[in-house]
């Protein structure tokens, strides 16, 4: 795993957007398209916004998908990911295909066989995925499943996960916020040829600092990002503040380093 930190978020997403649009491109230029997915949450608002406004991507020749969404919650919700997406991305660049998991379906199950189908049906060139405050990888709460061969399933989400969301402002408590999403496997996430993770705020650095800094366990769950060799975790000052190996030093940013598993 290379590891970039920059002095603002900023700073931070720009170098993200840069380092996405350079995947997307290559792929468009060796495969004829790039197939892509993406996290949600408010910690990815500033990074979609610059890369949206990449030059010299052709999007009709993408295809999106995304890692996770809600069970039961209407589209047109300020919280649902299809919404956030359509507004974020979608409505923008208009990729060439975008496909939105159905949280509405009869049969989630079902749905979620579907559309790990569908992700598989070709090589997957980039995964972005942010990391939580519990350290959750889309909704892999600790002690989260490093086995499962399912590329999507359905789950329970985690109070911690609840009053994250909750605290983001899209729910007006964790009580409000479903119960129940449909996600993507840790395991389908490393099957990505790269991943750019891009995790700012202060309210992260607890869980980075646990991801990088102890084992590879389920109960870090983004402590597995470091196993992938085509790997690139992008931090701010603040979500790499608890890093031991900064901790009463005088940081000279950008700071960039290599992490193994």
Not at 89 to 101: A, F, M, Q, S
Not at 229 to 256: E, N
Request: charged share 25%.
């Amino acid at each position: 795993m290379k590891v970039q930190i920059y002095r603002t978020h900023e700073e931070m997403a720009e170098a993200a957007a840069q380092a996405t649009a350079a995947v997307l491109r290559k792929a468009i230029l060796e495969r004829g398209q790039a197939r892509f997915v993406l996290s949600t949450g408010n910690s990815q608002v500033v990074f979609l916004d610059k890369l949206c406004a990449q030059p010299d991507i052709d999007w009709r020749r993408t295809a999106m998908f995304h890692l996770d969404d809600y069970l039961g919650l209407p589209k047109d919700h300020p919280g649902s990911f299809d919404r956030y997406l359509r507004e974020r991305l979608i409505d923008k660049v208009h990729p060439g295909e975008y496909n939105l998991i159905d949280g509405l379906s009869a049969d989630p199950e079902q749905e979620a066989l579907a559309y790990g189908k569908k992700l598989n049906s070709d090589l997957v060139d980039l995964c972005v995925p942010g990391i939580g405050e519990t350290g959750h990888l889309a909704l892999n709460d600790p002690p989260a499943d490093f086995k499962t061969e399912k590329p999507f399933f359905v789950l329970d989400i985690t109070p911690e996960s609840r009053r994250q969301l909750s605290g983001e402002g899209w729910f007006p408590t964790p009580e409000d916020c479903p119960g129940r999403a449909i996600s993507i496997s840790i395991r389908q996430i490393l099957k990505s040829r790269c991943l750019i993770s891009v995790v700012p705020e202060a309210r992260k650095a607890p869980a980075v600092a646990r991801c990088l800094e102890r084992e590879v366990s389920p109960d870090y769950p983004a402590s597995i990002l470091r196993t992938h060799p085509g790997c690139r975790l992008f931090l701010d000052a603040d979500s790499a503040g608890a890093l031991k190996r900064f901790a009463a030093k005088k940081v000279d940013y950008p700071v960039s380093f290599e992490l193994g598993s």
